[in-house]
C-alpha cells in the first residue's frame, strides 16, 4: 500500500529549512568557523529562539519577486514609450532624483554587500537565512531605482555617472560613510545599525515622504518602484525590531552594548537624513509635507511608541533625541543654503525658492524660517536678479565622524554655529555636534581614518587644487551643463522646449495638475 506523503505547511516547510541548515561541526571549532560572533561582547545563549515573523521559505519568495519585478518592468516600458518625463510637474523635480540616484541608491547595494557578509558570520541558520533574504531584496532594489531612473538620464544632465560620483563627490561622502561605518563594525552592530536603527527607526522617513513627493510630482516610474519595495521594506522593518529584540533577550549584559549602539546610529541617521529634509522643503515643486510634519509623524510620534515598548528591556530613547526634535525647525534650511552657494560642485542645480514657497515655507516653520532664513534668502534672489549669483569659493570644515560641513547651529541658539574639537595623539579633530563627538571618543582609532574629501583636496589627491579641476576631472561633473543655477541651465531651456514656452517664463512653469 503506497504511503501517502504529508503535506507541509508554510511553518513546517520554514523549521525545515531553517533548522537543517544548521549541524554541529566534528572536525572544526565552532569559534573559528564563526570568528566575529563574539568579539562585540554579544551574548547569545539560544539561536532557536530567533525567528522569522513571516517564516518566508526561499520557494515562497522567488515566486512573489518574480511577480512583482513582472509588473514593475512593464510599468517602466510604459513609461519610457509614452515619454513619462513630460508628465513631471517642473524640471526642478528632477534634480531631486539625481540627489536620489547618486545618494541612496548606492547605499542599497552596500547593504547588499553588508548582508551578504553579515549572515556568514552567524552560528544561527534562521539569521543566517534572513540575511541571505535580505542581500537580495537590497540588491534589487538598488537594480531597480537605477532602471526606474535611468530614462532621465536620456532627456535630462547630472545622471551620466551615479557610482563614479558616490564615490568621490563630497557631498556624497555622508551617505557612505554612513554604511562604511556600518559595514565595517561587527555582525550585531550592523544589525543594529542597519535592521533595527536605520530600516525599523528612519527608513519610513525617507521612503514615504518621497514616494508621496513623487506621486505629487507626476513621477509613475519612481512611485512604481516605491511600492514595489514597500512590502520588502516592511519585512525589513519587521525584522529589525524583532532583531533587537531578541538580542536583548538573550542576556542582560547586552543591554548597554545595544544602548549604546541606539545612540550611535540614531545620531548617525539623523544627520544623514538632513540631505532628505532638504529635498522634501526646496527640491519638490509640488510637496507633500514640511520635514518638520514627517519628523513628528514618522519619529517623534511613532519613534515615541517604539521606545516606550523597549523600556521593558532596559532601554531609553537616543541619548540626543531632543536636540534631533529641536532640529527640525532648522536642518532643511542650512543644508539648502550650504548647497545654494557650493551649487558649482554639484552634479544638480540649485535656486532660490520663488515667493509662494518662500511663504509656504514660512507657514510650516512659523517661529524659525522668517526670523533666520527668509532674510538671508531674500537677499540672495536680489544679489542674482542684478548680476551677482553668489558662490562659495572657500571649502568647508567638515565634521570627522559625519562628514557634513559644520553648518548646524546650537539648540538654544540658532544663530550661533555647532563646533566641537578635541586633540587625539597630538592631532586637533573637529565635530558638528557632542553626538559626532561622542562616537569619536568611542571609537578614535577608527574615525582618524575617515577619507574627508576637503582634506583630500588640500593634500593634492584629488587631480587638481582648484575647484574647477576637482569638479570636472575628479568628480565628472560636467561643468556648465549639470551644476550652476537652474534658471538658463540646458535641462532649464530643454525642459521649456517640451512645454513649448519661452525662455522668458520663469523656472516655476509647473504644470499644478500633475499629481
Known sequence: MAVKNKKLNLKDKYQYLTRDMSWEPTYQNKEDIYPDERFEGIKITDWSQWEDPFRLTMDAYWKYQAEKEKKLYAIFDAFAQNNGHQNISDARYVNALKLFLTGVSPLEHAAFQGYAKVGRQFSGAGARVACQMQAIDELRHSQTQQHAMSHYNKHFNGLHDAAHMHDRVWFLSVPK?????????????????????????????????????????????????????????????????????????????????????????????????SLVGMMMDYMLPNKVMSWAEAWEVYYEQNGGALFKDLERYGIRPPKYQDIA????????????????????????????????????????????????????????????????RFYNNTLPQLCQVCQIPTIFTEKDDPSMLSHRQIEHEGERYHFCSDGCCDIFKDEPEKYVQAWLPVHQIYQGNCEGGDVETVV????????????FEYIGSPDHKRWLAIKGKSSDEKAGGADKNAA
Open 472 to 483: 570636472s576631472k575628479y568628480y565628472h561633473i560636467n561643468i556648465g551643463e549639470d551644476n
Open 325 to 388: 526634535n529641536d532640529a527640525k525647525h532648522h536642518v532643511s534650511h542650512q543644508a539648502w543654503s550650504t548647497f545654494y552657494q557650493y551649487g558649482h560642485a554639484t552634479n544638480f542645480h540649485t535656486w532660490m525658492p520663488e515667493k509662494e514657497e518662500l511663504d509656504w515655507l514660512s507657514e510650516k516653520y512659523p517661529d524659525t524660517f522668517d526670523k533666520y532664513y527668509r532674510p538671508r534668502f531674500e537677499h540672495w534672489a536680489k544679489e542674482h536678479a542684478e548680476g551677482r
Open 177 to 273: 560613510s554612513f554604511f562604511d561605518d556600518a559595514r565595517s563594525a561587527g555582525p550585531f552592530e550592523f544589525l543594529t545599525a542597519i535592521s533595527f536603527s536605520f530600516e525599523y527607526v528612519l527608513t519610513n522617513l525617507l521612503f514615504v515622504p518621497f514616494m508621496s513627493g513623487a506621486a505629487y510630482n507626476g513621477d509613475m516610474a519612481t512611485v512604481t518602484f516605491g511600492f514595489s519595495a514597500q512590502s520588502d521594506e516592511a519585512r525589513h522593518m519587521t525584522l529589525g525590531l524583532e532583531v533587537i529584540k531578541f538580542i536583548l533577550e538573550q542576556h542582560e549584559d547586552n543591554v548597554p552594548i545595544v544602548q549604546k549602539w541606539i545612540d550611535k546610529w540614531f545620531w548617525r541617521g539623523f544627520r544623514l537624513l
